[in-house]
Structures are given as structure tokens and as C-alpha cells.
């Protein structure tokens, strides 16, 4: 019992201690934010502007930025912690270390998936999208991104100690997210023409829900595979 | 042929030179923004094709103007403080960004707010208009990267050479206007064209560009001496401006 | 005097709306900076005494530690 | 499983163990046990395997052969109850150079579960003073010299409840007077009934200290033969 | 003179070696290919069938894409060699500093720009792009890339220090990216309703010359500046 | 600047050189003459600024104030002449973890301008053999054991033609034998009229080293104040 509660307040505390570090600067915090408006700008300046093709194609550049934000800061995500030894640190904890390594991905997540979410309709606007396919796509983002940042995590743990399976890893993980990215899209489609999404948001969050849990065991495996 | 700016690379001297100019721009400003609202908002007559939709000019071509005129600036003390070393030139730089910025969202805004009963939309993805969106973010970048460092020197330094770096987006972002409308489609654009403009109008445009042009320089001083200040607060003389000497001792 | 009335002059020909705006943004984005600027001197008014309690504080601390009363702690 | 008398189970016992890596032999069988409150320094070349038999012991690494025992229990049985006995500083110093080294001090506390860590910030500000930090508690920990950050990663020393210790070369970078500080504290904590054992290449020459020493020999650098 | 020789060998020496440490990490070489294969495989997903609306995005899409993937890479480019040592070592040199850098932009370019351009026409083909179009994206590409490396590299140099320079480089590159972007996605286009293209490619060519030729000296200064 | 007899022209020379940072003065005024022949080592408490003053003395660093000259000319008005006859090692070893040793060596001395490199590969394996990692030369870096690292690092000393050597603590890591044998290339450096600043919380006990010694004092943790 006593060991589950300290188990929650270890992992409220590797959060914050990365929500502080990733803080650190004030500018910091306004980056991805800022980072995902200029992404969603190139675009139209790659595209043209007409903005029928502009709504047509806005959920696979909203999403396309959302893997990007995703990417970007993913191999750090460990890497630092491996690096200064922080993360022998976390293996030698008595808690179990699947569980604290959740905790990390919260704080990717919250930092690169969330604000996303958050920023979603401000970039709907600027990409034209039909009013009705809003939600659905802030939706979408909601479920989608976790699994994300959880698929990310374990390519990130997996490549750790940049042996020879890293690639080979890398080249499993990375089609995962395409089943996301059709479900999304299409999701969003659906709903800008007033279909039904139910179907498609049920998938993603399934997905979603299996690799948040799933996830973690294999990071943690991967972890502590590379501290040899 | 520099001499002159030697005095002035001292922190302390800027600053009372700065100090004492600083009232004759803000009541300039405030006299020549006068006159030119006045005029251009009452008395100029209305445009015959765009009505009086078109006195958003007086704020929004002085305000685009000095948008690029301060990153213009920027540049330049960017420059002087790398190749000269002039720790004030350095300092400056966090004082013009964020005006520059400010210029460059009056105009981002005002020119959309215009578009609405002339286009029809606030925004499209026109040239001028996407230009002018980068403007502000390379003066958002300037400014991270100043503030994303725990050394400010270093973070002068890299703000300094962003800076530079980013002047020869200038002319490429101007003319981009013209080789965009050629090669792509002309069709939202035409009405960009510089209407040939009556006298009547003419003279409340150019005492609101002096007007804007003051401002800016007013709100850069007023910025500026408060970098001055920071750099300089462990020196008895920003103390003693600041009024917090006397706790010292 | 391009208006007859100061209502004229207030609807703009019909676009009041957007000239006023326009020209209230402008002011209030203005007003921001210059209003940012004076608060910074404020705020460099309080770090600068921070700064001296810091310095007072230190210095007492290390008299503190110089003395040999200091080592009796713990 | 060697048994022992329950009055003399070791703290720490090795049974056999054996380092193989990449097809070379650096230790084999080696069998110690460590007693409660005793200073264990592991010495030998560089490259002899003393991280890599540290590492074994904390439980980071497997033995390629043997079993390594805390308290009569095979470690990987055991290992929540052994990981919170246990503090091990290794090569990497675990610091964060982006926080200062106070936030350093305050979040290595939270993270061994010290869950009312707010109500201790005096006490970390005294920690962060005895190690000689006095006036860089709130510097960047990454722009402090090498020494000094080492001096904040060596602050767990001062802060932790743990038993065992597991400490590889602590004095690196550490000048006469930090070192002298750290023996210091060993002893303070071998009184107190903590155990320690550790690397080094330079000796421990405080005389108080009541020293074993384990030497690993130069490793052959021969291809496995079986 | 013999100076001057030393330079080109010195020269030769780095990018050697920068591109044998990248051979050792495959997945990091690895990695810009799979997200602009990801990517472009990604949007006919997203978009839905219709080539027409396919072909007319994408020289946007590629040349995005190729932004994007220049992107992830380039907070690598001198953080390994400064957090090791190894770059304090390369102002050491008695040779000049800038002339060195470039040999670690040429190496991020052969390893990042390169790839691009020769997967130019399958990545069109995947986009349906008219066959007009292919010889005009592979010229755009390979004048324009050696641009987005030397600029990149100077983002990559500013935020050497900072520990969480990623999306910051990005804030900082992407203003420096558009002009770019703008010229060679229109060439793309004119090229594919059979207009002429010197101006654009012209204007692309120029502006590579002088971010080739003038970059290495904002490196040399930023990168001096992060020694401190 | 300070004029020196033509024959007496020191080889690096501090002029009033000071260090300030983040707003505290590390030390201030050093003023010495480092002679052709000489070995220096600069000591002092961790923090009291000893790496910094290398830094500057590599010109990697510019002083806050001050000066520093290499043959009586300013360091940065003749930068190229002097970083050809300077080798300096730091904290961080320069040390490609994803290279072999042999091609770290390798690499190296192509870096410090040497040519006919491939030529020399016998030469490298030699040195690596005198370092002690025989049967290592193809292990990668990264995995080798701290010490080993840094001999790979230390490999240097024995492939440059520098004249001028600045080594941050040198014996980092490195086991007593290994220590030994550095020492003994120090002399052999000295004897062939060659020149070490060095930095060490060790002493340097070899009798027949002709040691000068820089103390920096205990820096002040002040603001500074004029
Ligand atoms: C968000 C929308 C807009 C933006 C970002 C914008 C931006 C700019 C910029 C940057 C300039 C200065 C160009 C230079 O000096 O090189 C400018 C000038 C000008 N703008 Fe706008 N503009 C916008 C909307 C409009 C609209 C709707 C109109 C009128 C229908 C308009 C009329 C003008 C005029 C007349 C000039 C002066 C022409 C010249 O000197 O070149 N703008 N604008
Ligand atoms: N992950 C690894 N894979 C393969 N070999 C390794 C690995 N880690 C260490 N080694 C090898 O094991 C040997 C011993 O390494 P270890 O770090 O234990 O030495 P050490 O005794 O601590 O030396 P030092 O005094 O230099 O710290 C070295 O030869 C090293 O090459
Ligand atoms: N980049 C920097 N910015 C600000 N302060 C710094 C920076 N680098 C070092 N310092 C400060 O300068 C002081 C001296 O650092 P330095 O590394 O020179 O010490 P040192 O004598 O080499 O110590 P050690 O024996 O621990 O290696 C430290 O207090 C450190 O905090
Ligand atoms: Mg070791
Ligand atoms: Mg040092």
C-alpha cells in the first residue's frame, strides 16, 4: 500500500522535475507552440493558396505537424537522463521503473502533444477547415497523440545505446503511426462532411489505450537492456 | 571615422545621453502623431474607389514601413556590436525586437482588419501579407534566442548574428511581392497596386510616417534604458538612478 | 473637413467599424509596450534591492563561516 | 547457496561471480562477502572491471556467472527492499545542468521518496554550504567547474537514508581539502552502521577508516576459449 | 600555400570522419529518409485519391517535407562534437575555423540533402507529379538543399549552449527557409504547366552561392561565441 | 605591454589578466611568465578558476581584462602560429565514443594536420600498446572503461609535435601505473625543450620534474563592485 502511494508521488516528481527542466527558459515553453504555427505557414506558401485545397488537405498537415512536434523532441526524450545518469538512477529506484518511465512520456506529451491539442482550432482557421470538422479534429488529437508520444518512447529507449538494432527498430516503429494518421484523417474528413467519425475515434483510441499500456514494459525492458 | 561613438560605448554616458533626449522625441512623437491622425482621420478626403475605409492607411503603411525600418536598425547595431564589440550596440538589440514586433502586428493586423471590406477576408496566403507574418517571427526568433541563454552576453552575441543573418531576408521578402504575383496568381492582388496618391493625402501620410518613425525610436529609447540598467545593476550608478543605493550601505 | 457631422465622421462612410478598430488596436498594442517599458523599471527596481539583501545576506554568512562559532553546528 | 549462520548473513554477498565481456574474461568467480558496517575499496588497473563489478552489485548488470546476495537473498529477488538500502554514484554524476544546484539537491531527495522534501530546504541550503557551494546554490549547475558539480552529485551522500553505498572513484575531480571532506563522512557514516563500497585509485589515507581491500588483477585480453 | 593545403586535406579529414561516426549510428543516418518516405507516403492517405489535387500539392509536400527533414537532424550537427570536446579542438586548429565547419555542413548535406534529390523522382511519382515537373523538383532540390544545410548549420551553431536548442532552431530557421521554399515550389509548378523556369532557378542557385559562401563565417562567430 | 631583452622573450606571458564571471571575480591581475623548458602547474580549490585560466591561456577564452602573449605576441594577432604549436587537453576528452581507439588516434592526428597518416598505422598501434590497450585497439571507444577512455584521449602526447602543452587534469581516471607513465612522457616532453601547463589536485611526485607552481586562491563570491 505505503509502496503504491510512494509510487504515485515519485511519479508526480520525475513530471515536474521534467516539466521544470523542459521550463527552464521562458521561450522554451512557447516553442513548440510557435514551431507548429510556422509549420502549419509553409504550407500554404508551398501549396498555394487557394483555400478549397487548403481545407482539403488540413488534417494531414495538422497531423503531419503533430508527428513532427512529436519527433523533434523525441530523441532526447531519454537520452539526457542516459547520458548524465540520470536514468541508472530511475532503474535503481524501488519502485518499478515501467511505471516511472510513464511519467517522462507524460511530460513529453504534455509538452508536445497537448499544446497541439490546445492550438488545434487557431490552426483549423488558418488552414480554412470546415467549422464541423473542428472538434473532430481536436478530438482526434486528444486520442491520437498519446500513443504518439508512447510509440515514440520506445523507439527513443530501443535506440539508447545506438547499437545495431536501432535501425531496424526505428523501421518497425515508425509504420505504427500510420494506422493512426489514416484513422485521423479520415476521421476528420468524415466529419467536415458531416459523416459519422464514431468508428474512427473508437479505433484511435483503442490504439491509443493499448499502446499507453503496453508501452511501457517495453521501455523499460529497452532501458534496462541498455545499461550494460 | 567611429571615434565618435567611443563615449558612447560606455553604459553610464549612454545613458544619460539617451535620458536626455528621450522627453524631445516623446513630445515630438506625440505632436507629429497628432497632426498626422487628425488630418488623415478628418480632413483629408475620402478615397473615390475605397471610401473611407482607406484612412487605415495612416496607420498601416507607417507601421509596415518601420516594421522592416527597426529590423533595419537591428541588424545594423547587430553588426556594430560584433565586429566593433560594443557591449551598448549589443544591448540594443533586446530594446528594438520587441518594438519591431509590435510595428510589425499594427501592420499585420490593420492590414487584415482593411482586408476584411476590401477582399472580402481577413487573411490570404498573398506574399505580402505571409511576408509580413515572417517578419514577426524572426523577430519572435531574435528575441528567444536572446532570452535563451543564462549568459547574457552569449545571448547578445547569437541575437546579434541571427540578426544579421536575417537582414538578407529584407530585400528577398520585399520583392518576393513582385515574383510571387507574376509567377503565381494575380487574381486577390491587384488591388495591392500603390494608389497614385492626391497631395490632399499625400501630406498627412508622410507626418504620420514621421510620426511612426519617432515612435518607434521613442519606444526603443524607453526600452533601452531599462537594458542599460539591467546590465548595470550591480554598478553604484544604476543603483543610484534606480534609487537603491542608499539600502547598500 | 472631409465630415459634415461628427456622426458622419464617427461611421467613416460605413466603415467605422473597421477604422476605429484598426486604429484602437494600434493604440492599444502602443500603449502595451510603452506600459511594458515602465513596468521593467519597476521590476528592475525590485531586483536590484534583491540583489543588495543577496549581497548583505551572503556577506553575513560568510562571517558566519569564517568565525569559529559556526562549526558548532551539528 | 553457500549458507551462513542468521547472526552472520553478509550485507553483501558475492557467490562466484564471473565478467565476460565481449568474448574477454575480466573476473572470474570471485567470491566476497561484506559485512555491515565495513569500507570495501576495489582496486585494480584501469580496465580491470571495478565499474563493471559495482554495477553487479547495485544489480544494473547481470553477472555472466554466480549470484550476487543481499542480506542471504539473491539481489534480483529482492530488489525494491535492496534498491531503497542502496545509494551507488557511479562514473556519470546523475546531475542536471540545467537545474540549479539547489533544484539538484531538492529533486534527487524527491526522487528516493522523500515525500516531505519541501520542509527541508534549510537543510539542503546546509548540505549545498558544508560541501563548499556556498553562494552558487542557485548557479546552473552546468556552469559550475567540474569539481563543484561533483560536489553536487556527492550531496546524496549527505542526504540519503540508505545503508549501503556504492560509490565509483567519488574523489574524481575533488580537491585535497573535498577529499578530506568525503573520508569524513565515511567515517560518519560507518559509525552510524552504513556500509561502503567503492573504487578508487587513490588511496584512502585516513587512518580511522577501517579498510578492506578486494584487488581485481590486469584482465587477460584473450578470446574466450569454450 | 602549403597552408592552404593543409586546409583542404584538414577539410577532407572532417567530413570523412563525420560521415563515418554517422555510418556507425545507421539509424541516425537513417532517420530523414524514413520521415520524408513517412511523410509523402502520408499525405496521398490523408488527401484522399484524387490525383489531380495530389499533383498540384505536391512540390509543396516535398519541398516541406524536405524542410522538415532537414529540420531533425540538425541539433546533432555540433552538439555531439561540443558536448565532447572534440569541437574546442577544432578552433584550436592553425586552420581557419569557418573553412573547417564546412566540412561538417557538406556532411549533413551528403547525408540529408543528397538523399532527397535522388529520391526526388520516386517521391513525385508516389505524388503523381506530371512527368514535366520530376527534372525541375530534382534541380530545385539539389540547388536548394546545400542552402537549408548552411543555414541550418548556423541555427545549429547559435543554440550550441542551450541544452534544449531543438524546436528553438526551428523558430529561428523556418523565416530563413521560406524564400526558399517559395522559389522552388513555384519553379515545380511552372515547370509542370510547361512555363519557364531559369528566373526561379536562377534566383535558387544565387541564393545558395551566398548562404554556401556566407554562412561558414556566422558559424565560425557563433560557434567561437559558445566556447565561453 | 610589458618589453622583454630578446633573448628572455618568455614563451606564454599572462599580462594583468582577470576573470570575471556571471558577475564574480574569479581572479584578478595574474601576472607570470611561463618559460620554454618549464612545467607549470596551476593549483587551487575546486572553483577557484584553474580551467578557466587554461581556457584563456588556449585563447579559447577571452580575459575580462588583460592580456596574454606567446612570444611576445598577442595570442589572437597570432592565432594560426600558435594553435600549431599547441596541444591542449580538457575535461571533456575529445573522445569519439562511436570510433575505435585505433581510428580516434587515427583521426586525430589527421585532424592536427598530419598527412601522411595511413602511413603510420604501425606507429599508432605502438602507441596504443604503450598506453596499455593492447588488444583494445579495436574496441569502440565508448565502451571502454573511464581510464581507458582517457588514455585513448591521452594518446595525443605521444602523436603531436606541439610544443606547448595545456592539460586540465591530466590524470583523471587514470590508475597509479598509468599516472606513472604519463609523467615519465612529461620529462621526455620537457628533456626535448618542450613546454606543460597543467592543472592537478594530485601532486605531481616524480623528484625529477622541474616544477613551478601557480596557487589561485579561493575566489570571492561577491557582486563585483565597480
Ligand atoms: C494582413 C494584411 C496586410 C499586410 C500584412 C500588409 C502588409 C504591408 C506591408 C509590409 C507594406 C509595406 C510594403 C513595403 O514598404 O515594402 C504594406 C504597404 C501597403 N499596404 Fe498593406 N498589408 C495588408 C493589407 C492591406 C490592404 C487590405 C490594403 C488595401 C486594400 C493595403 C494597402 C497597402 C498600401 C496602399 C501600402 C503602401 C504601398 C507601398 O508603399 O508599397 N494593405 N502593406
Ligand atoms: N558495455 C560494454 N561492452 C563491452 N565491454 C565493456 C563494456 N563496458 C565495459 N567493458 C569492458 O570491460 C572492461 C572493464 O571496464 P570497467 O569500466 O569495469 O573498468 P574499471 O576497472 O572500472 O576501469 P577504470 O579504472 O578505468 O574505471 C574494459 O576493458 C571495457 O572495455
Ligand atoms: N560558462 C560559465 N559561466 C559562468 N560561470 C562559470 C562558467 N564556467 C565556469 N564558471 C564559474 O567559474 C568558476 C571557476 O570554474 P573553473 O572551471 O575554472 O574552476 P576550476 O578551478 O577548474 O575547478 P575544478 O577544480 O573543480 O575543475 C566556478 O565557480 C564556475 O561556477
Ligand atoms: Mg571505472
Ligand atoms: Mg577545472
Redesign the pocket.
Known amino acids: 500500500m505505503s509502496s503504491s502511494v510512494n509510487s504515485t508521488a515519485l511519479w508526480r516528481s520525475v513530471l515536474v522535475r521534467d516539466l521544470r527542466i523542459a521550463a527552464r527558459r521562458r521561450s522554451d515553453a512557447l516553442n513548440p507552440l510557435l514551431f507548429l504555427l510556422m509549420v502549419v505557414t509553409l504550407f500554404p506558401l508551398g501549396v498555394g493558396p487557394g483555400p478549397d485545397i487548403l481545407a482539403r488537405i488540413a488534417p494531414g498537415i495538422i497531423w503531419v505537424a503533430a508527428l513532427l512536434a512529436t519527433l523533434l523532441g523525441l530523441d532526447r526524450l531519454f537520452k539526457d537522463d542516459y547520458n548524465d545518469g540520470s536514468l541508472e538512477q530511475l532503474c535503481l529506484l524501488s519502485q518499478p521503473l515501467a511505471f516511472t518511465l510513464t511519467a517522462k512520456v507524460a511530460a513529453h506529451w504534455l509538452l508536445s502533444g497537448l499544446p497541439l491539442v490546445i492550438l488545434s482550432p487557431v490552426l483549423a482557421l488558418l488552414l480554412n477547415l470546415p467549422l464541423d470538422a473542428w472538434w473532430a479534429l481536436a478530438l482526434t488529437l486528444l486520442l491520437g497523440t498519446p500513443a504518439l508520444s508512447a510509440l515514440g518512447a520506445i523507439g527513443a529507449a530501443l535506440t539508447l545505446q545506438l547499437q545495431r538494432g536501432g535501425t531496424l527498430i526505428s523501421l518497425i516503429l515508425l509504420p505504427l503511426f500510420i494506422p493512426l494518421l489514416i484513422f485521423a484523417t479520415s476521421a476528420v474528413e468524415n466529419a467536415g462532411m458531416g459523416l459519422a467519425v464514431h468508428g474512427q475515434l473508437a479505433i484511435l483510441a483503442a490504439i491509443s489505450v493499448l499502446t499507453v499500456t503496453l508501452a511501457p514494459l517495453a521501455m523499460a525492458a529497452a532501458v534496462r537492456m541498455s545499461m550494460n | 571615422m567611429w571615434r565618435w561613438l567611443h563615449p558612447y560605448a560606455k553604459p553610464e554616458a549612454t545613458y544619460r545621453l539617451v535620458d536626455r533626449l528621450l522627453p524631445w522625441f516623446a513630445a515630438l512623437t506625440i505632436i507629429s502623431l497628432a497632426v498626422g491622425m487628425i488630418w488623415g482621420l478628418a480632413f483629408a478626403p475620402a478615397d473615390y474607389q475605397q471610401g473611407d475605409s482607406y484612412r487605415i492607411i495612416y496607420i498601416h503603411v507607417p507601421s509596415a514601413i518601420f516594421s522592416m525600418g527597426a529590423y533595419f536598425g537591428m541588424a545594423v547595431m547587430g553588426a556594430i556590436a560584433l565586429i566593433w564589440q560594443i557591449k551598448t550596440a549589443e544591448w540594443s538589440i533586446p530594446a528594438i525586437a520587441p518594438v519591431g514586433a509590435a510595428m510589425t502586428a499594427i501592420a499585420l493586423f490593420t492590414g487584415a482588419i482593411w482586408g476584411k471590406p476590401m477582399w472580402g477576408t481577413w487573411w490570404v496566403w498573398d506574399a505580402r501579407l505571409t511576408s509580413e507574418l515572417i517578419l514577426l517571427f524572426l523577430y519572435v526568433g531574435v528575441m528567444a534566442l536572446y532570452y535563451a541563454f543564462d549568459?547574457q552576453r552569449t545571448g547578445a552575441k547569437a541575437a546579434a548574428i541571427l540578426a544579421m543573418v536575417g537582414v538578407v531576408n529584407l530585400p528577398i521578402i520585399h520583392y518576393s511581392v513582385e515574383w510571387w504575383n507574376t509567377l503565381h496568381q494575380g487574381a486577390t492582388i491587384t488591388k495591392f497596386e500603390r494608389p497614385s496618391i492626391a497631395t490632399s493625402m499625400l501630406w498627412p501620410l508622410l507626418i504620420s510616417l514621421l510620426g511612426f518613425m519617432l515612435l518607434t525610436a521613442t519606444l526603443v529609447m524607453m526600452r533601452f534604458k531599462n537594458e542599460l540598467l539591467r546590465h548595470e545593476l550591480h554598478r553604484p550608478w544604476a543603483q543610484k538612478v534606480l534609487g537603491t543605493a542608499q539600502e547598500a550601505d | 473637413m472631409a465630415f459634415d457631422s461628427f456622426s458622419d465622421f464617427v461611421q467613416m462612410g460605413g466603415y467605422g467599424f473597421y477604422v476605429w478598430l484598426s486604429f484602437f488596436l494600434t493604440f492599444l498594442v502602443i500603449a502595451g509596450v510603452a506600459l511594458d517599458a515602465a513596468i521593467g523599471r519597476r521590476r528592475l527596481q525590485r531586483q536590484s534591492k534583491t540583489l543588495l539583501r543577496r549581497k548583505q545576506r551572503l556577506s553575513k554568512r560568510q562571517q558566519r563561516q569564517a568565525s569559529p562559532v559556526g562549526e558548532s553546528k551539528r | 547457496m553457500t549458507q551462513f549462520a542468521s547472526s552472520a548473513v553478509p550485507l553483501l554477498h558475492a557467490d562466484g561471480v564471473s565478467s565476460i565481456r565481449s568474448g574477454r574474461v575480466l573476473f572470474s568467480q570471485l567470491q566476497f562477502a561484506v559485512q555491515s558496517g565495513e569500507i570495501w575499496q576495489i582496486t585494480g588497473a584501469n580496465g580491470a572491471g571495478k565499474s563493471t563489478l559495482l554495477r553487479m552489485l547495485t544489480g544494473l548488470l547481470q553477472p555472466s556467472e554466480g549470484r550476487i546476495y543481499f542480506n542471504g537473498n539473491p539481489i534480483e529477488k529482492v530488489r525494491d527492499d535492496y534498491h531503497q538500502q542502496l545509494l551507488y554514484i557511479g562514473h556519470k554524476a546523475a546531475v542536471k545542468p540545467e537545474l540549479t544546484a539547489l533544484e539538484n539537491v531538492y529533486w534527487q531527495r524527491r526522487l528516493n521518496g522523500d515525500t516531505n522534501a519541501k520542509n527541508q530546504q534549510q537543510s539542503d541550503w546546509d548540505v549545498l554550504e558544508q560541501l563548499g557551494l556556498l553562494g552558487?546554490e542557485e548557479?546552473f549547475t552546468g556552469?559550475?567547474?567540474?569539481?563543484?558539480q561533483r560536489r553536487v552529485a556527492l550531496t546524496r551522500l549527505w542526504c540519503s537514508q540508505a545503508k549501503l553505498w556504492i560509490l565509483d572513484e567519488p574523489f574524481t575531480?575533488l580537491?585535497v581539502e573535498g577529499i578530506a571532506l568525503l573520508q569524513q563522512r565515511f567515517i560518519e557514516h560507518l559509525n552510524q552502521g552504513g556500509t561502503i563500497v567503492m573504487t578508487s585509485h587513490q588511496p584512502l589515507n585516513d587512518p580511522q577508516l577501517p579498510l578492506q581491500q578486494l584487488a581485481l588483477a590486469a584482465p587477460q585480453y584473450e578470446m574466450l576459449a569454450s
Chains 1, 5 share one sequence.
Open positions: 549568459d | 552558487l548557479e556552469l559550475l567547474s567540474a569539481g563543484q575531480s580537491d
